[in-house]
């Protein structure tokens, strides 16, 4: 059942960093390499943190773009 949950987990938020790292980038970043970008990030998340419920997603996302800027911007 956990394993079930992780997966829901993981689904919804990479959804929601997904559309807010397109959002935040004014729609320039390619969609597969965002969908990349926050599964990857969704993956590494540990759910149980009771942090990560006070960084929303626009945050994240902000911050992962200034991190993948030079590499993936066109």
């Known amino acids: 059942m956990a394993v079930v949950s992780l997966e829901n987990n993981i689904k919804l938020y990479s959804s929601e960093l997904f559309q ?5 980038s004014n729609y320039k970043l390619d ?9 990857g990030y969704a993956r590494n998340l540990d759910y149980s ?14 911050n992962l773009l200034t991190k993948i800027k030079q590499e993936y911007f066109i």
């Open 31 to 39: 969609e597969r390499i965002a969908q990349t970008v926050a599964e």
């Open 49 to 62: 943190d009771p942090e990560l419920m006070h960084v929303g997603v626009t945050s994240v996302a902000n």
């Open 20 to 24: 807010a790292l397109l959002k935040a």
